[in-house]
C-alpha cells in the first residue's frame, strides 16, 4: 500500500500515519522528520536546510526528491510506505510519479485531510505546549510567525498538490476536523479496508 497524506501543518498527519504504520505494518516517510535528523547530526544536507525550516520556508525540491528517491528504495518500503510531508510541491509529485513509473509503481491512494485553517495556530501551540509540558524539545518552526510562513508555503505550493491528484482522479479528502478516531474511520473508508 503506497499512501500520500496532505494537508496543512497542524492537520493530523503525524497522529494518522502512525496508526497507518500499526494498521499497516508499513513505514511513514517523513521528510520533516528526516530532514529535523539531518540537521541535528549536521550533515549537509541538515545545514542546507535548517535555516529554511527554521523560518518555515519550505526546502528545495532536489533535496527532498534525493532524499524519497533513496529512502523507498529501502527494504522495509518494499510493500509500501505511508509518505507524510511529501509531496509538498507539483514538482515533488510529478518526481514522486516518475520514481515510482521506473519500477512499475503507482500510488494507491492519495488522502488530504481537509482543516478549518483557523483551527491550525491553536493546534500548534498546543503542540508545543504538551511538549514542553512533557520534558521535550520544542519544534524550532512550532513559533507563530513560522508557522505563518508555513501556512503561506501551504496555500502558494503544497495546495496546487491537491488539484494535481484531483485532477488525475486519485485524491480522496477526509473531515480532518473530527475526533482523530472518526478520522481514521474515514481514511480506512477511503482505502476501501
Ligand atoms: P514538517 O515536519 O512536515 O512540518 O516539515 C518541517 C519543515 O521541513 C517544513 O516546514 C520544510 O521546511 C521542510 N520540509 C519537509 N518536507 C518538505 C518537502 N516535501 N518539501 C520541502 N520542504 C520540506
Known sequence: MKIVLLGPPG???????ARLVA????PQLSTGDMLRAAVAAGT???LKAKALMDAGALVPD???????GQRIEEPDAA???ILDGFPRTVAQADALDAMLAKNGHSLDAVIELVVDENALLSRMQKRADDTRAAGGEVRADDNPEAFKT???A???QTAPVSTYYADKGELSQVD???HPDVVSAAIAKALGA
Open 44 to 46: 549537509p544536507i541538515g
Open 79 to 81: 510493500n509500501g510506505f
Open 150 to 152: 508555513r501556512l503561506d
Open 62 to 68: 532536489e533535496v527532498v526528491v534525493g532524499i524519497i
Open 23 to 26: 494498521k499497516y505494518g508499513i
Open 11 to 17: 492537520a493530523g498527519k503525524g497522529t494518522q500515519s
Open 176 to 178: 480532518g476536523m473530527q
Open 154 to 156: 501551504y496555500r502558494a
